[in-house]
DNA sequence: AGCATGAACTTTATCCATAAAAAACAACTT
DNA sequence: AAGTTGTTTTTTATGGATAAAGTTCATGCT
């Protein structure tokens, strides 16, 4: 059966909002909400029949309002709130990264439905979805390779990388002075200072830092193709580093300075000195992520 | 029911060489037939089986030979050699790139399924391994957009193809003189030569030498993301000059002289050369599409 | 006319079932 | 011992069912 992740986590939401006391006095409509919620009025409607039943919300001849304050164990727990195909995702790239999932291991969609509790089409899709990262491949009728996340991908998955962010840099440097994106930038630089300042305690703030900065180099001149091979980066990245903690705080500081260098770059247009910055950057990038890989290895 | 394409496939091969007497005297294994076909050995099985059934095959004692002669109806029909994924493909390239499918036409899973007579899953399936060709985008719980095989796809598609096509050159021309990836190369400068003698009959071979060529290219330094991407490019233009072949001539036989004027360029080493013929044949192999692509458009 | 609610209908996410194909096991032959 | 064939088990490809979520239609209220 589907699951209602998407009603509780809409529920989960409308219950922040009451708390926050952002629906004080009469409801908006179910067409407002589904608007500021993202779902349909379908989902709305059940919502709200729910918050009524537990009396979270009163409604006296078709008015509705905020009823009693709202209790941490209203919430429905977590979990419930993440759709299958995200669990199998999380548990697939659990299996990949940490247990010792060797290159060259065969994938076995049987296998895995059952481990993870799921149907095996669910797996199926997910490993179609996967492929694209160069991890896995098809054999028909025959099942998946695991190719292995080893030194041959990371320096692969690198050269792109490069190649992509040297031509988004430059064009980013080329872009008139009255483009919105130059203010972007001084923003992202100034958020970059912001955060070496609180660097003891707010380090993880940098993955998130990260992520707007590359994808403001590559706003200025859009290819949809650099943009789902930043998709890969991103994903790649988000559960290597989840697994892999090791420095992460004097990472991240090294990599603002980087990033603040490389800001300082495309702001001076020096088209040799963005190359540098840019080079510099991502060379660092690789060493971090290669040497979590031998450690990785064994 | 699963489809038992890849036994009909098989039949056809074995009845094939049958007919041709690569099966003479005694019939050999079953594991030496499966190595030949590249399939199961209980597939196998089910062949001779079917073949002894028909008296294409004779058993006396345990020993097979060939039976009474092969006739062109003993063969099963094309279209059921082909698994339901492949159809489903097909069909769906052909209401992309036929029909006048809009930018913007968002597209039904269970619509199609019915068109194309097939489960729902097996679309969801295909489209998911489609999205990484751009043209398509998920949008959760709704069903999926169709961004249109546009101008702008072209123009980003082309991009990326002449950063990767540069940098494989770039790298080919740098190996070592010893590399057998120079003989190959020479040996399909020739093929383009024979090619060109008999271009007005044997024009529609152009693509696959195409393909062999770039392929090469890319063998020099290989790097799994740009094979993938030569795959999008192989399988964009495989359908679409399918359905749009004016021209198709005289646009090979220009195609084949740059292929020609590219592969000097390479023998010679020479940097800046290279990069010109480069250049040239993409440039004019992007013009191409892009005219077709306004004749598509009205 | 425009927006709100109620109800009906359609589509997606998800599970389950099963024949075809592959793989593993067993027994036999040379 | 290595290669055959026969048999059994496992896995993949594909169809089908259904609750949840999305969308459309109908009705009523300013």
Redesign the interface.
């Known amino acids: 059966m589907r699951t209602d992740t998407?009603y509780k986590k809409a529920f989960n939401r409308t219950a922040n909002m009451l708390r926050d006391g952002q629906l004080a006095g009469e409801l908006p409509s179910e067409n407002e909400l589904r608007r500021r919620m993202c779902v349909s009025r379908t989902t709305v409607r059940k919502v709200l029949q729910e918050l009524i039943r537990r009396q979270l919300v009163t409604e006296h001849s078709g008015i509705r309002a905020a009823g009693r304050a709202v209790d941490d164990n209203d919430y429905y727990p977590d979990a419930e709130t993440t759709p299958r195909a995200k669990h199998v995702e999380q548990h697939f790239m659990e299996w990949m990264l940490r247990r010792d999932t060797r290159p060259g291991t065969s994938i076995n969609e049987l296998e895995l439905a059952r481990q993870f509790g799921v149907a095996t089409?669910g797996i199926?899709?997910f490993l179609?979805?996967f492929?694209?990262f160069?991890l896995i491949e098809k054999r028909p009728?025959t099942g998946w390779l695991f190719k292995g996340f080893t030194e041959d991908?990371a320096l692969?998955?690198f050269?792109?990388r490069v190649?992509?962010e040297l031509?988004s840099a430059h064009l980013f440097s080329r872009q008139p002075g009255t483009s919105p994106l130059w203010g972007k930038l001084a923003a992202l630089k100034i958020a970059h200072t912001e955060l070496l300042k609180r660097i003891e305690i707010r380090y993880h703030d940098f993955s998130g830092l990260d992520n707007r900065f590359h994808r403001l180099i590559n706003e200025a001149s859009p290819?949809?193709?650099?943009d789902?091979?930043y998709d890969v980066i991103t994903f790649i990245f988000h559960y290597h580093y989840q697994w892999n903690k090791q420095d992460e705080k004097q990472r991240n500081q090294a990599a603002i300075l980087e990033h603040v260098a490389y800001i300082d770059a495309l702001e001076s247009r020096d088209p040799e000195r963005i190359k540098q910055a840019c080079q510099a950057h991502l060379a660092s990038a690789r060493t971090t992520l290669m040497r979590s890989l031998i450690g990785l290895d064994q």
Chains 1, 2 share one sequence.
Do not use: A, C, K, Q
């Open positions: 998407v089409n199926r899709e179609i979805r492929s694209r160069g009728n991908f692969e998955l050269e792109i190649m992509f031509r290819n949809r193709f650099i789902d091979f």
